[in-house]
């Protein structure tokens, strides 16, 4: 499984942006059970989940941006994002997509390569 995340940038705070991620193969077609989040790494600090979303539709958020982000995806696009509202600059990170898929019955994590997200004037 392939995870290429885009969308990152330049934004003022309090604006907006959407990252996405393109999964292939179509991991939402071969896969009954699966989660997929973003995560996202500041420097000098680990790396951290933004929000996940799984085949239940179960979604769980960081308290850090809980009613400001919202994650979701496009089954037929094979597609995750993340919208990003009312930024601040403490959201500067790397963002990564991620998914966890059961293979062999035991969970795999798959990562993007990551997307730069940073909040300034």
């Known amino acids: 499984v392939r995870l290429v995340e885009s969308g990152g940038g330049l934004v003022q705070p309090g604006g907006s942006l959407k990252l996405s991620c393109a999964a292939s193969?179509?991991?939402?077609?071969?896969?009954?059970?699966?989660?997929v989040a973003w995560y996202r790494q500041a420097p000098g600090k680990q790396r951290e989940l933004v929000a996940n979303?799984?085949?239940?539709?179960?979604?769980n958020y960081a308290n850090s941006v809980l009613g400001r982000f919202t994650i979701s995806s496009d089954i037929a696009e094979n597609m995750i994002y993340l919208q990003m509202n009312s930024l601040k600059s403490e959201d500067t990170a790397v963002y990564f997509c991620?998914?966890?898929?059961?293979?062999?019955?035991?969970?795999?994590?798959?990562w993007g390569q990551g997307t730069q997200v940073t909040v300034s004037p």
């Open positions: 991620h998914a966890q898929l059961p293979l062999g019955g035991r969970p795999i994590d798959y």
């Open positions: 193969p179509n991991l939402f077609h071969i896969y009954t059970y699966y989660t």
């Open positions: 979303l799984t085949n239940e539709g179960l979604l």
